[in-house]
């Protein structure tokens, strides 16, 4: 029997590398891909691709490219996508309108082109990577996290529509997880803000918001290795949180009254230096 196909979007660094090579090293063939070639040439003995998920044109090749040399597409794994942080009344449009466009379209984008092709195998399975983010919104992440929750609502969708033709479609929910991510958004987070934004003088707290998912984050193979266990499962359940934090902030989101979870996450990211002092 020739070895299952797995395509996998955002393979630069992190989560998406991991998954690449855990796979790998599982006998897949798999096909990494990053926007940049060059940001995956290193990965030795799987097939990269050049692939933006926010190019119609770029995402058909690749998948054409896939279907052509393997003949199949057995596991589709969205992972591209970006953190952008910042106060959320102050956030440029622009920079929303492409967060949304990357994390949320592109990967039904990917999704779309890849469909076709596990109808007509009929069997594959669709794995998006969302956030705890997107289950619990944080302050200064209120752009990631709505991308995050978009994407966990279209992937219900997806679920809901194309189990019954063949294709298993899973909700990857990470927790903190040993990566770039953290500085990357951190970055943006400084850059966005304005020198005379109301939250300026917690500027320093909205940058470390951007590097809390990094604190005390699961190792990035052992992720990999808990997910491919999962996902290589008969029937993978619609949704896998794995990661530092996982389990705990959805369980915050549900279990605590509104007020409480407001007080507590402004209290942690420097909301309370804020405003009146019987507001505080």
Known sequence: MSR???MITGC?????????????????????????LEAVADLAGMDQLALDVTDQQSIDAGVAAVVQQAGRIDLLINNAGFGLMGPASELPLGD?????????????????????HMLRQKSGCIVNVGSVAGVLITPFAGAYGASKAALHALTDALRLELGPLGITV?????GGVVSSFGETASGLAAQ?????????????????????????????TEFARRVVNVLELPQPPAVVRIGTHSTR??????LLPVGWTDRILRKKFGLTQLGRPETR
């Open 4 to 6: 299952k196909v797995a």
């Open 12 to 36: 630069s660094s992190g989560i998406g590398r991991a998954l690449a090579l855990e796979l790998q090293r599982r006998g897949w063939q798999v096909f990494a891909t990053a926007r940049r």
């Open 96 to 116: 929303l309108r492409r967060q949304m466009e990357t994390n949320v379209l592109g990967a039904l984008a990917v999704a779309q082109a890849v469909v076709p």
């Open 170 to 174: 899973v909700s990857l929910q990470p």
């Open 192 to 220: 966005a803000l304005r020198a005379d934004s109301a939250f300026a003088p917690i500027k320093a707290s909205i940058e470390a918001r951007a590097r809390t998912g990094q604190q005390g984050a699961m190792d990035a």
């Open 249 to 254: 902030l959805p369980l915050l989101r549900w």
